[in-house]
């Protein structure tokens, strides 16, 4: 199974607020969910695309289609 099908809906909807450079605690906000929640989740995302950071994520994303 490829990367962008293995990703979960909450996994994209990450990857697109990263692409608008939301912080955090503005995704958390933004989705009424912890800190904690929205940090774990991009763990989970970076370890699945296998980047260590927000802009690697981003190009990632990109580059397998999940972003526009």
Request: charged share 25%.
């Amino acid at each position: 199974m490829a990367v962008e099908e293995d990703l979960t809906p909450v996994e994209r909807l990450l990857c697109h607020y990263l692409n608008l450079g939301l912080t955090a605690q503005e995704i958390a906000t933004d989705r009424w969910v912890t800190l904690n929640t929205v940090k774990s989740q991009m763990l989970r995302l970076y370890r699945k695309l296998g980047v260590h950071g927000r802009a690697d994520a981003v190009a990632r994303a990109r580059a397998l289609g999940v972003l526009q």
